[in-house]
Nanobody, 126 residues
Framework: QVQLVESGGGAVPAGGSLRLSCAAS????????VGWFRQAPGKEREFVAA????????DYADSVKGRFIISRDDAKNAVYLQMNSLKPEDTAVYYC???????????????????WGQGTQVTVSS
């Protein structure tokens, strides 16, 4: 079992940056792949970025590639999402997720991740 708690959301102008954090608790967290998803009002939850347990394989949605960076610090049981050059279309609730089975190399659907945080709101104004 893994418990996840996100923080770091907020309101920023277009072009700004935010760093989301996800604090994890649970046994053998370093063995889990971690990911970030987002959900805008009236839309389905969509993949943003994921990082496997080895940290050598990161996958990004095309819409955030080159602007967002996912990282993890297993010593702190933490996952981060550095978001740069934010756009109004990045506005959404961002969720941290973890899964033992995801091995990377493709863009996963939300249903493939078993553990979820409660979400943190990111609002980007134009």
């Amino acid at each position: 079992q893994v418990q996840l708690v996100e923080s770091g959301g907020g309101a920023v102008p277009a072009g700004g940056s935010l760093r989301l954090s996800c604090a994890a608790s649970g046994h053998s967290f370093s063995s889990y792949a971690v990911g970030w998803f987002r959900q805008a009002p009236g839309k389905e939850r969509e993949f943003v970025a994921a990082l496997t347990w080895s940290t050598s394989n990161a996958d990004y949605a095309d819409s955030v590639k080159g602007r967002f960076i996912i990282s993890r610090d297993d010593a702190k049981n933490a996952v981060y999402l550095q978001m740069n050059s934010l756009k109004p279309e990045d506005t959404a609730v961002y969720y941290c997720a973890a899964d033992y089975g995801y091995r990377g190399g493709y863009l996963p659907d939300a249903v493939e991740f078993a553990y979820w945080g409660q979400g943190t709101q990111v609002t980007v104004s134009s």
